[in-house]
Antibody
Framework: QVTLKESGPVLVKPTETLTLTCTVSGLSLSNGRMGVSWIRQPPGKALEWLAHIFPNDEKSYRTSLKRRLAISKDTSKSQVVLTMTNMDPVDTATYYC?????????????WGQGTTVTVSS | EIVLTQSPGTLSLSPGERATLSCRASQSVSSSYLAWYQQKPGQAPRLLIYGASNRATGIPDRFSGRGSGTDFTLTISGLEPEDFAIYYCQQYGSSVTFGPGTKVDIK
C-alpha cells in the first residue's frame, strides 16, 4: 500500500522560507514511473497546483509562483521536498503532496493527508 | 495556462437523483489528461476519474465521465448520501490546473 505523508512547520512568519517534506512509503521514488506533485488549498478555497517532479528529475512549477518555489527529491530517503520563499499571509493553506504515475496519465491517485501552514507574525 | 471553469458552482439535489457536473477548458485538453476528484470536508481529495472516462480503483460505477476537447462531464447516476461533496476537474497540458469546483449539496 502506497502512502504519502506531509510534514513541516505549522506556523511561519512573513518573509520566511517554508520547507515541506513529503515522505513516500510502499513505493520507491526511483522506480522510473512515479512523480510527485504539491498542491495547496487556502481555507474555504479551491485546490491550487504548485509544483511537480517527474521520475527523470524534470521539474514543473506554477507560473505565478515559479520564482518562489523549488522542488527536489531524495530517493534514498523516499522524500520529496518543496521550498517556498518569502512567505506571506495569503500563503496560509493546507499543503498536500500526491503521487502521479506516468506523467499524469492516471491522475493524482494517492494523496497525503495534508499539512496546515499558517503564515503570521 | 489552460483555465478550467466548472458549472454549476453549487448543485442542490436529493439522494437518488442524477448529478451532472460540467468542466469547460479555455483551450483543448487531451482527454488522456483530464481527471476528476471528490473532496469531503476535512479530507484530502480522492481521485474518481482519469483519462476523462476511466474510473479509478474502487470507485463505484455510478460515477462516470465523458467528454473531449474543451467540454467534459462527470455524472453521478444516483446520488448516495456519501456523494455530497465538492468535485474538482484537473488537466495536465504544459502545466497543471484545477477547476474551481462544484459543490453537490443536499436539497
Amino acid at each position: 500500500q502506497v502512502t504519502l505523508k506531509e510534514s513541516g512547520p505549522v506556523l511561519v512568519k512573513p518573509t520566511e522560507t517554508l520547507t515541506l517534506t513529503c515522505t513516500v512509503s510502499g513505493l520507491s521514488l526511483s522506480n522510473g514511473r512515479m512523480g510527485v506533485s504539491w498542491i495547496r488549498q487556502p481555507p474555504g478555497k479551491a485546490l491550487e497546483w504548485l509544483a511537480h517532479i517527474f521520475p527523470n528529475d524534470e521539474k514543473s512549477y506554477r507560473t505565478s509562483l515559479k520564482r518562489r518555489l523549488a522542488i527536489s527529491k531524495d530517493t534514498s530517503k523516499s522524500q520529496v521536498v518543496l521550498t517556498m520563499t518569502n512567505m506571506d499571509p495569503v500563503d496560509t493553506a493546507t499543503y498536500y503532496c500526491a503521487r502521479v504515475p506516468l506523467r499524469f496519465l492516471y491522475g493524482m491517485d494517492v494523496w497525503g493527508q495534508g499539512t496546515t501552514v499558517t503564515v503570521s507574525s | 495556462e489552460i483555465v478550467l471553469t466548472q458549472s454549476p458552482g453549487t448543485l442542490s439535489l436529493s439522494p437518488g437523483e442524477r448529478a451532472t457536473l460540467s468542466c469547460r477548458a479555455s483551450q483543448s485538453v487531451s482527454s488522456s489528461y483530464l481527471a476528476w476528484y471528490q473532496q469531503k470536508p476535512g479530507q484530502a481529495p480522492r481521485l474518481l476519474i482519469y483519462g476523462a472516462s476511466n474510473r479509478a480503483t474502487g470507485i463505484p460505477d455510478r460515477f462516470s465521465g465523458r467528454g473531449s476537447g474543451t467540454d467534459f462531464t462527470l455524472t453521478i447516476s444516483g446520488l448516495e448520501p456519501e456523494d455530497f461533496a465538492i468535485y474538482y476537474c484537473q488537466q495536465y497540458g504544459s502545466s497543471v490546473t484545477f477547476g474551481p469546483g462544484t459543490k453537490v449539496d443536499i436539497k
